[in-house]
């Protein structure tokens, strides 16, 4: 049929089909005269469009959003059939399913494989999460079955149909009599269990769900348990999800609810569950949180030094006093001086009289309350400061992991006032001397024949040191304790780091560095372009030197398999420095990534076999390589400096080439 | 996820409208995750009872996408027709591969697990419903927007007629001649 053709056929069957249809076999006579095809075209959808009833009319979502939303549908697992897939986060994946014994709805998570494989874990997890269960609290998740299936590790839980607080707070609906409600049933379960000897450890939206009765549910007693003390790939909350976004456009995954004890990696007892609620109290309030950062370090620090801002700009209002004051009680650093038991702070809930005399439904926008900004704005400055700093230091590599290692406490670390701070007495011109001489020393450590430096590259290194130590004055306001936990933890893996390179004759300096620089301020984890974090590769690099996928952030693992690398691409590019650089640089793109930009870089006159040839020429480098060498090699140096010289930069540690014996 | 600001999601929508489809390259991951949740909502307020109109969650995904309360309604009707081309890819994609991996195809490259949450019939439908659309569209182009924009995209006669910049009337006669014409395509002879 021709569009023409079509034309003339749609006039009549529009004509035909704008009558009654008693009086459409005569139009349609009438109209088609002679032309009998036209009349058979015509009446052959008119007689289509009374048969098509509901064909197309219910949109394709209503029958295919399942396609959409995973494959599991109709899957069995043991009695269950998944139903639909509710959700999935770092501790699995979470599922509508029906109990075909019962007969009755029941959420089914289905525990990741690392999980799933440690059954002393799992029992550990089980059992306080059955303990959780039992104290048959009505606003504790209900815990049905923990079993197997196959090779499937399971929990069945209670079906909630509800809300998770995630979901209400963005709905911004939130007025201040349900907020207070919310965190009230969240205490009292709290209090309940808190009796029973369990912590939950990652009270968080989305472990919150309210029913469409009001009716709260705290969920996952005891999961906090199964991923903690883990490999550095699943420390909790590794999920970077973008959930979170701040109004400078920070992203942050679920480390915002963390205490300062859970961020310094120490014992926890229920008093962290009192803070976690408290930062939850402070996000309902203000559809803010309390303390972020650009990357979770930048957040821990947040939480560890910082105090929130106000909650509201205007506290006339004895309310707004009362709500101030128990959410500054639950945000206290010192976990001696919060509150001691959930039952304290729900007693001080009750006493937030009438909350709805406040006149704010939390988040209307005619009567929102507005961040008190002269106290706020320090805050903002530090945390743009310090996401510049983590850009610059660790976005400017490609690597990001943040060594997480049970053995090391941070804590015991000591912070707080630190006398030696020779770098910060310095002059500016004192300071680069410094930097000129250090560079040299590292170098040479390198294996690399020292070069003078231009004041450019000096002043790229000094750019990094002084944001690695800059406090603006203030004492540890920031910088300082994100190092130390850098190279406190870096620390441990010394020797199996000197072991691996000495063995490859990939000199040691490097293996040291490289996990610093690499591994500042993120831990390991998985996905499916690459290990991020310590020693970062490719998948397909990590098989071909003998490291399975779920081995890639396995520290024993990847030290000799980086350093079996390194060792192969300066075999075959070269053992300079330069071409060091680059394969550094090439980590996580493979070798091929590399070599063009190397080859031409020899073309380029003056070519020096050090490291900041690199530097130098970055205009020869392809667009990724530049951006990144331009930041990765004086940051390099910068923490090799720093790392060098511990005492002028308060790290409580010796000198990390001391560790190697270099 | 990507964040897009307001000027990159118009300028893709409007490189995408032009004709460059490297665009609409750039646009499905983005759209694709909101077709998920968009999904996910949609089954929730379904079992819930709730009906719901898909135009006001992809309404809601453009605000969020986009992020900026002052839409230019060009980008808004833009956008609402990319979601409804990449439902459409999506759905038509796993039909396929479905069909594929029944008729025997190269099993390891289609896990069975992938594609068996779609039915047979179902996939034998929507690639019958699909391949008609191409023909219509041969024939007759904006019938084929209103049938894309309502089926898949789930957009109401108005929103459809709101999209398409032609007055109701029009998209309700449209739609039922476009209809009768699949259904005779995809049923018929």
Not at chain 1, 561 to 588: K, P, W
Request: overall charge negative; aromatic content about 6%; charged content about 25%.
């Amino acid at each position: 049929m021709t569009p023409e053709r079509w034309q003339k056929v749609e006039e009549v069957l529009q004509g035909a089909l704008d009558l009654p249809s008693q009086e459409r076999v005569s139009f349609l006579d009438a109209a088609c005269g002679e032309d009998d095809e036209l009349k058979r075209e015509a009446g052959s959808l008119i007689s289509a469009h009374d048969e098509a009833g509901n064909f197309i009319e219910q949109p394709a979502i209503a029958e295919d959003a399942h396609i959409l939303l995973g494959r599991s549908v109709g899957r069995e697992v043991g009695p269950y059939t998944i139903l639909e897939c509710l959700g999935s986060g770092g501790m699995g994946e979470v599922y509508l399913a029906q109990d075909r014994r019962l007969d009755r709805p029941v959420a089914l998570k289905i525990l990741p494989a690392y999980l799933a494989a440690d059954d002393a874990r799992l029992r550990r997890f089980q059992r306080e999460a059955r303990a959780a269960s039992a104290l048959n609290h009505p606003n504790i998740l209900t815990i049905h079955e923990v079993g197997e299936h196959e090779d499937i590790r399971f929990i069945a839980t209670e079906f909630i149909d509800g809300q998770t607080l995630g979901e209400l707070i963005a709905s911004g609906n939130l007025s201040v009599d349900e907020i207070v409600e919310i965190v009230s049933q969240v205490a009292s379960a709290l209090s309940a269990a808190h009796a029973a000897g369990i912590v939950h450890r990652d009270i968080k939206p989305e472990n919150i769900m309210r029913r469409s009765d009001g009716l709260v549910k705290i969920l996952d007693f005891g999961i906090a348990k199964l991923v903690e003390h883990e490999t550095p790939s699943t420390f909790p909350n590794i999920k970077h999800d973008a959930r979170v976004q701040t109004e400078v456009g920070v992203v942050m995954g679920t480390v915002n609810y963390m205490s300062p004890e859970q961020a310094r990696a120490v014992e926890v007892d229920k008093r962290t569950d009192i803070w976690s609620l408290g930062v939850l109290l402070y996000e309902m309030l203000t559809n803010r949180l309390p303390f972020i950062g650009a990357t979770r370090m930048d957040a821990l620090v947040s939480i560890l030094e910082r105090e929130p801002a106000a909650l509201f700009v205007d506290d006339s209002k004895p309310e707004i006093r009362s709500l101030q004051k128990i959410v500054d009680k639950t945000l206290r650093k010192n976990r001696n001086d919060r509150y001691q038991t959930a039952e304290d702070l729900l007693r001080e809930l009750k006493l937030v009289t009438n909350p709805s005399s406040l006149g704010l439904s939390s988040r209307s926008s005619s009567s929102r309350l507005t961040i008190q900004h002269a106290k706020s704005r320090k805050g903002l400055m530090m945390m743009a400061f310090g996401a510049l700093v983590l850009v610059l230091v660790g976005g400017a590599i490609v690597f990001k992991g943040w060594i997480s290692h049970p053995q090391t406490n941070i804590a015991a670390a000591p912070t707080g006032t630190l006398t030696t701070k020779a770098y910060l007495q310095m002059s500016g011109a004192e300071q680069l001397a410094f930097i000129s001489e250090q560079e040299q020393r590292v170098s040479t450590m390198m294996g690399d024949r020292p070069v003078k430096l231009n004041d450019e590259a000096l002043r790229a290194i000094k750019t990094y040191v002084d944001r690695w130590v800059e406090r603006d004055g203030q004492p540890g306001d920031l910088g300082d304790e994100s190092l130390n936990v850098v190279y406190t933890r870096a620390q441990s893996h010394v020797p199996l780091i000197t072991r691996s390179f000495a063995a490859r004759k990939v000199p040691v300096i490097i293996g040291i560095y490289l996990p610093v620089i690499e591994s500042a301020y993120r831990n390991c984890y998985e996905n499916s372009i690459g290990a991020k974090g310590l020693f970062q590769f490719l998948p397909q690099t990590a098989r071909q030197y003998g490291v399975a996928h779920e081995e890639m952030c396995d520290v024993e693992k990847m030290a000799p398999a980086a350093a079996h690398y390194i060792a192969d691409r300066m075999a075959e590019l070269g053992e300079d420095s330069q071409s060091v650089t680059l394969v550094l640089l090439s980590y996580n793109r493979g070798p091929e990534s590399v070599r063009d930009d190397l080859r031409e870089l020899r073309d380029t006159e003056n070519y020096q076999r050090n490291f900041w040839t690199l530097f130098a020429h970055r205009d020869k480098l392809d667009e990724q390589f530049r951006k990144e060498s331009a930041g990765y090699v004086p940051a390099f140096f910068a923490a090799a400096i720093i790392g060098e010289n511990p005492k002028a930069f308060d790290l409580p540690m010796p000198p990390l080439s001391s560790l190697a014996n270099l | 996820m990507a964040t897009l600001s307001a000027d990159n999601l118009t300028g893709l929508l409007i490189e995408w409208r032009a004709g460059d489809k490297t665009a609409l390259d750039k646009l499905t991951p983005l759209v694709y995750d909101e077709l998920r949740r968009i999904a996910h909502r949609y089954v929730r307020r379904e079992r819930n009872g709730h009906t719901l109109g898909t135009t006001a969650l992809v309404n809601e995904a453009y605000l969020r996408l986009a992020g900026t309360k002052n839409i230019a309604w060009n980008d808004r009707a833009h956008f609402f027709a990319a979601t409804a081309q990449v439902m459409r890819h999506v759905l038509i994609d796993h039909a396929r591969r479905r069909l594929y991996a029944k008729r025997g195809g190269q099993a390891q490259q289609v896990p069975i697990e992938d594609v068996s949450a779609m039915s047979e019939e179902r996939a034998d439908e929507l690639v019958a419903l699909d391949e008609a659309l191409h023909d219509l569209a041969k024939l007759d182009p904006r019938k084929a927007s209103v049938v894309e924009l309502r089926y898949f995209g789930g957009l109401s006669l108005e929103e459809t007629a709101d999209v398409l910049d032609v007055s109701l009337m029009t998209v309700r006669r449209d739609w039922r001649a476009a209809k009768a014409w699949l259904y005779k395509a995809v049923n018929g002879e």
